[in-house]
Each structure stands twice: as C-alpha cells, then as structure tokens.
C-alpha cells in the first residue's frame, strides 16, 4: 500500500545549529504538505509543494519538492527555540481524494 | 486561515462511560471532517471520515460502533466514545478542509486529550 517514509525520527540540535527532514514516497505525488505540530499542540499547516523540483522559502524555512515528485524535504536554517515540535509531512491518499497519508514526523529538539 | 473549535480540551473518565468529542468549524462549512487519534510520539492515525448529512467512512480496523460519528450540520461533527476503557485513552483531534475540495490543506481543532480511568 501506499507509505511515505520521514526521517529521521529525532534531531537534536544546538540552538543555531540546522536542521533538515526528509520524506520519501513509494508513488509520484501530485503534492505534498507539510505541517508543524508544537509540543501539546495541534497541527498547523506550513506548505504546499506541486511543481516537480519546486523550492520555497519561509524565512528560515527552505521546502524542497523532487524532481521526480516522490520527495521532499524541510530544512531550517539557525534553529531557535521556536521551532521546536515534530514536523509532519503529508500526502494525497491514492485511494481517496480528500485524504493525507502521513509521515512518521521528526521531532526537533534543542540541546539545553 | 479557518478556525476548527474542538471541545473539550481533555477530560478524564471512569470505565464504561461515554465521552462525547465536538468539533465545530466557525467560519467556514465543512462538509468534510476528518478525525484522527494519536498516541504518544507518535504519526496521526485516520479513524474516519465525516460527511455532513451522510454516514461516516471508517478506516480499517476502528470500530463504528465504539467511535460514533454524527456530522448532522456543516458546522458540526461529533466523536462519541462510547463504553470508554482505558486503552481508548489517547489524543483525539479532528480536521477539515474549509473548502471541501482535493489536495487541501487540513485546518485542526486543538484535540481532546481522553483519559480513562
């Protein structure tokens, strides 16, 4: 069935240090999201990736979309004490047009 | 961006009691709502799906008889637990596209917390 693999499962990292997520899926994606979800709290989008090979950015925050359309990647650059939760990475369900397969998440942590 | 209410924010029960989960979407209609449950550290699990005036969809293996979904308005979807034993006890969080269409971002409510005792 369908999966997406995201790695790894923990980062930790010294504040300013960076931080990269990746995910990779057993089809060709139409798109991919990608959520945050803080420490007791609820998912919150961040992006939508569509285009194959598409880059955006959100401050301190790169999105990556394969060229093949089958992964992506989040990286923050500098992390602060802000970004900590677990980063959640979200696509279409080949069975179902309303529903996200999701991946494992990556949760970051900073060193104290 | 949209704004899902989702109450109550935890509750702690005894076993064999029900627990009744509202979610409300407050500024747009939401034709579709998603739940899902999460355990600790880990991935959202789909429980089912809720559609407005219609049956709920359930994935595999959650039983429609324990997890009682009602989506009788387009502003409001239920989860009822019914009979709650203490390995209900987990995260509970609904969703919703605002626009019901494909490929949407989900907006969340900001889950129920259920502990059985």
């Known amino acids: 069935g369908q999966q997406v693999m995201q790695i790894p499962q923990y980062q930790h990292v010294q504040e300013g240090e960076d931080f990269t997520t990746y995910c990779n899926s057993s089809t060709t994606l139409s798109n991919i999201q990608w959520y945050k979800q803080r420490p007791g709290g609820h998912p919150v989008f961040l992006i939508q990736l569509v285009k194959s090979g598409e880059v955006k950015k959100q401050k301190r925050l790169t999105f990556q979309f394969g060229e093949a359309k089958k992964n992506s990647s989040l990286h923050i650059t500098a992390t602060q004490t802000t970004d900590v939760g677990t980063y959640f990475c979200?696509?279409?369900?080949?069975?179902?047009?309303?529903?996200?397969?999701w991946g494992a998440g990556t949760k970051l942590i900073i060193k104290p | 961006g949209a704004v899902v209410s989702q109450h109550p924010s935890w509750v702690i029960c005894k076993s064999g009691t029900s627990v009744k989960i509202e979610c409300r979407s407050l500024d747009f209609q939401a034709t579709t709502m998603f739940w899902y449950r999460q355990f600790p550290k880990q991935s959202l699990m789909l429980m089912a799906t809720?559609?407005?005036?219609?049956?709920?969809?359930?994935e595999q293996g959650v039983e429609k008889d324990k997890f009682l979904i009602n989506h009788a308005s387009l502003t409001l979807s239920t989860l009822t637990v019914t009979s709650a034993h203490p390995e209900d006890s987990s995260f509970y969080i609904c969703?919703?596209?605002?626009?019901?269409?494909?490929?949407?971002?989900?907006?969340f409510g900001s889950g129920t917390q259920l502990s059985v005792l």
């Open positions: 809720s559609n407005e005036g219609s049956k709920a969809t359930y």
């Open positions: 979200a696509e279409p369900s080949m069975d179902s047009n309303y529903q996200l397969i």
């Open positions: 969703s919703a596209p605002r626009l019901g269409g494909f490929n949407e971002k989900l907006f």
